[in-house]
């Protein structure tokens, strides 16, 4: 399973957080953007984000979550008042129509895109390529062959920052990752640096195809 870093989701000129383990949606960043809304469209702001949670139709709502998905949380906060408040994707859905109807459409369009599916899965295959290098080359202790091998897929890609890559990026991340799986199991003479680089160019030089 993917670690559980944030994506940042831009929304009306802002970005709002969502988790990639779970899905979950930072409500604040959310309730930030919805008050904008509704003061853009002549609307009072809402006061307070807990008001939404102690509606009846919420409580019903997350808890026909929990039965359909079989699941114990619907919701995550941490302590404090600036702790974030975290929620599932389908809340979120219902939370922004609560703050502002014109917002729904947005927030839906998170729910069709295959962004957070690609990052899930680019990142697993890192874990998967990471075994791989060590049963080939005995990396043991020496981390920095992870830390190195992933700079170089990322300069080759041409991505700064993961949280902002494209799906197109991210996909071809993931082939590279395979590639390079794949030459581990198939060379056992091949020296590390000639294996990424070959894994990094091959890949590359097919998908620009």
């Given amino acids: 399973m993917a670690n559980n870093f944030k994506m940042l989701r831009p929304l009306r000129g802002a970005e709002v957080r969502q988790r990639t383990k779970d899905g979950f949606i930072s409500m604040n960043d959310l309730?930030?953007?919805?008050?904008?809304?509704r003061t853009d469209e002549g609307l009072p702001p809402r006061r307070r984000l807990a008001d939404y949670f102690v509606l009846d139709d919420t409580q019903d709502l997350m808890e026909t979550i929990k039965?359909?998905?079989n699941i114990t949380q619907v919701k995550s906060a941490g302590r404090g008042r600036t702790a974030t408040t975290w929620a599932h994707p389908v809340v979120a859905?219902?939370?922004?129509?609560?703050?502002?109807?014109?917002?729904?459409?947005?927030?839906?369009?998170?729910m069709l895109d295959q962004l957070l599916l690609r990052r899930m899965e680019s990142?697993?295959?890192?874990?998967?390529?990471?075994?791989?290098?060590?049963?080939?080359?005995?990396?043991?202790?020496?981390y920095w062959f992870y830390t190195n091998t992933a700079e170089a897929i990322k300069r080759a890609i041409g991505v700064g920052d993961w949280n902002y890559a494209s799906e197109e990026q991210l996909t071809l991340r993931d082939k590279i990752q395979e590639k390079i799986i794949m030459l581990c199991e198939e060379h056992t003479s091949m020296p590390f640096d000639a294996l990424i680089h070959r894994g990094i160019s091959t890949t590359i030089a097919r998908f620009l195809q």
């Fill in 31 to 37: 309730f930030t953007v919805g008050n904008k809304a």
């Fill in 67 to 69: 039965a359909q998905e």
């Fill in 93 to 110: 859905l219902d939370f922004a129509l609560w703050l502002s109807p014109s917002l729904k459409y947005e927030v839906y369009r998170w």
């Fill in 123 to 142: 990142s697993d295959s890192f874990k998967e390529m990471n075994k791989a290098l060590d049963t080939r080359y005995n990396i043991g202790s020496k």
